[in-house]
Every structure is written in structure tokens, then in C-alpha cells.
């Protein structure tokens, strides 16, 4: 049997999207195939409510008969971090308990796909993180990051010295155009150089950009006050609303696609949103209502507001993770995701 563990250099560089697609090649080659990730992070609250739809995802697309338990065994909540700190949680027994659950769902598998958590050293609290779980679980190791300019290599080289020998190679996702020459040329090169093999790059695709009004208000348990404005336009990048009107406006009519965040007392900017042709919803902090009179020119003109308590610091925050993990977590997502993956990387070879 051959295991694969997916993780990343920093969280939401589609690590779910690829571990699926992946497992689904394998799959179509002919593999019986198992999925796991031991380490839940996409929380709904602090005390470890888990809302993390990767693993039902996969369950789903994979046809896999096991229960949410077996699949994450453990949900690395906050809570649980503190617990660890305090010493009430056993390293040792969690180890057991992700080793227990794997062999289950490996039993008669010919590929394992095991995806990481948040970033590669989550679960360094617990002696868990993804390089722990390698070594766990006897796993090769396929590093996903993304790139911008040379500086990234530093966290891809960070990654490798700790993992190793068990490290098959690096795949860069959803790189922008302009940058994508000089990953070519020059980081992939240097990679090599330094025994470091780079398994492909996938440009940024435009059908796995964005993420829905209605999917942003439900990620960051926003409550949404329009009732007749579409929630199915897509966002793809936010701007803060935190000047004054005028400059507001300038600011606004160069952005399309986009979320504003602003206070939710701030009416001069609000309606000044509302004016942009390309913003798609209003995310108002603070949890104060904007006036009857804002709700209806946003109505109007079709265009979602959404309320959360957070105050706007908070709420940018929440906001870039819900973009930055985009359209990655679909069936739509995984099928697009595979071909973007046989295009660009050797399957077979990283497969068998």
C-alpha cells in the first residue's frame, strides 16, 4: 500500500481540492482508495464544534463507508490546544487513536490519501504535526504551496528540511500569471539544485476564484438583512471602507468583484458602496444594523448586506480566509481540480 500525505507551507492553498482530486485519479487508475485527515481545523467554535466539511466531502466523492470519527480523530480546536498546554491531552493516545483509525481505513486499500492539517506544523503542540503524522503513518509527503516572487521558496525549503526523505516533491497551486515565468525559470531550477523536486505548478483558474455571497455570509456566520438581493454573484477580494465618502467612492469604482467591509454605524460609506458597479455585498461590523433607508437602497439595487458581531479587524480576517480558500471545496471544484492536476503533474509516476 502506498500513503500520500497532502499538506501545505500555510493554510488554504487547496489542499482539499488536490488530496480528492488525487485520490479520484488514483481511483480512475484502477486503485482501491482510502482518505483521512487526522487533524480537524475548520472549527465552528472555540471549545472543537467541528464544521469541517473536507472529510464529508471526501466520504462523498470517494464512496467511502466510515464514520466522521474514523475519518478525524482529532478536532484541533483552540480549546484543545489549551487543554494540550495544560497537560490534560496524552500525545501518546492521540497517536494511538490516529494509528487505530488509519489501519482501519486503510485495511485492503492500495492508495492512501491522508490530508494535513491547517499549515504543515499544525499539531507541533501534541508532537502531531504533519511531519509526526508522516513518520505515523509511514507517508509520503506531497508539499503544496504557492508562489509569488523568490521570497516563497523560504518557507518550501523551511518545510523540507523537516520532513526530509519523505518529502516526494512540491506542487505550487493557483500561481498568477505574472509570476508564473519566473517560477519556471528560475524557482523550479533552484529547487532542483538543491534536491528539492518540483512535481508542477497550476496556474490560478478563474473557475476555482471567488466563493459566493451566500457562501462568505454562511463562513463567517454572517446574517444576511436583504431578502430580494441574489446571493449566488461571486467574490473574489474585499476593500475596507474606513475613509471618508469621497475618497471611498474613487476607491470603490476601481475594485469589481469585490466585498466591502465597513462599520456597521458608517452610512456615508455604506451608500457609497452601494453606488460601485463592482461591489456584490456589504459586510457590516460591529454588530450595528444600518438604517431602513440604507437596507432599501441595497435592495434596490440588488445588492446583499450582511451583519456580523466582529468588530472589523476581525472581520478582514475571516473574510481573506474564506477567499483565499476560494472554490475549492465542491464536487465542481474536484473535477476541475483533477484536470488542472493531470495536466500538470506526473500521476502515475507519483502514484506508484
Not at 96 to 111: K, P
Request: a negative charge; aromatic letters at 4%.
Amino acid at each position: 500500500m502506498k500513503t500520500i500525505l497532502v499538506t501545505s507551507t500555510e493554510p488554504s492553498t487547496g489542499k482539499t481540492a488536490i488530496s480528492v482530486a488525487l485520490a479520484r485519479i488514483a481511483q480512475q487508475a484502477g486503485h482501491d482508495v482510502g482518505y483521512m485527515k487526522p487533524k480537524g481545523t475548520r472549527l465552528e467554535s472555540a471549545v472543537g464544534k467541528t464544521r469541517d466539511e473536507d472529510p464529508m466531502l471526501a466520504r462523498e466523492m470517494l464512496g467511502i463507508d466510515a464514520a466522521m470519527h474514523e475519518l478525524e480523530p482529532v478536532v484541533y480546536s483552540p480549546t484543545f490546544v489549551q487543554e494540550a498546554i495544560r497537560g490534560r491531552e496524552d500525545p501518546a493516545a492521540l497517536r494511538e487513536r490516529i494509528s487505530e483509525n488509519f489501519e482501519t481505513l486503510a485495511e485492503d486499500r492500495d492508495v492512501m490519501i491522508v490530508e494535513g492539517g491547517g499549515r504543515l506544523w499544525t499539531g507541533g503542540i501534541v508532537d502531531l504535526d504533519d511531519t509526526d503524522v508522516a513518520e505515523l503513518l509511514d507517508a509520503e509527503v506531497l508539499l503544496v504551496s504557492r508562489y509569488e516572487d523568490g521570497e516563497s521558496l523560504d518557507d518550501v525549503l523551511a518545510a523540507a528540511d523537516s520532513l526530509g526523505d519523505r518529502l516526494s516533491g512540491v506542487l505550487f497551486n493557483a500561481v498568477d500569471r505574472t509570476a508564473f515565468d519566473g517560477l519556471a525559470e528560475d524557482a523550479m531550477p533552484f529547487l532542483d539544485g538543491r534536491g528539492i523536486h518540483p512535481l508542477g505548478a497550476i496556474e490560478r483558474d478563474e473557475q476555482l476564484a471567488g466563493i459566493s455571497v451566500a457562501d462568505l455570509a454562511d463562513g463567517i456566520g454572517a446574517k444576511l438583512l436583504t431578502s430580494d438581493a441574489p446571493t449566488d454573484s461571486l467574490v473574489e477580494r474585499f476593500a475596507v471602507g474606513a475613509m471618508g465618502s469621497n475618497a471611498a467612492l474613487e476607491k470603490f469604482r476601481r475594485v469589481r468583484n469585490a466585498a466591502v467591509i465597513t462599520g456597521g454605524d458608517r452610512s456615508d460609506i455604506q451608500t457609497t458602496a452601494l453606488q460601485a458597479p463592482g461591489v456584490e455585498c456589504l459586510v457590516l461590523t460591529g454588530g450595528y444594523r444600518p438604517s431602513s433607508a440604507v437596507v432599501g437602497k441595497a435592495e434596490e439595487h440588488g445588492i446583499p448586506l450582511m451583519l456580523v458581531q466582529s468588530d472589523t479587524s476581525t472581520t478582514i480576517d475571516r473574510v481573506e480566509e474564506e477567499l483565499r480558500s476560494g472554490r475549492t471545496r465542491s464536487e465542481g471544484a474536484i473535477d476541475r481540480m483533477e484536470t488542472l492536476i493531470e495536466d500538470a503533474v506526473d500521476t502515475k509516476a507519483l502514484l506508484e
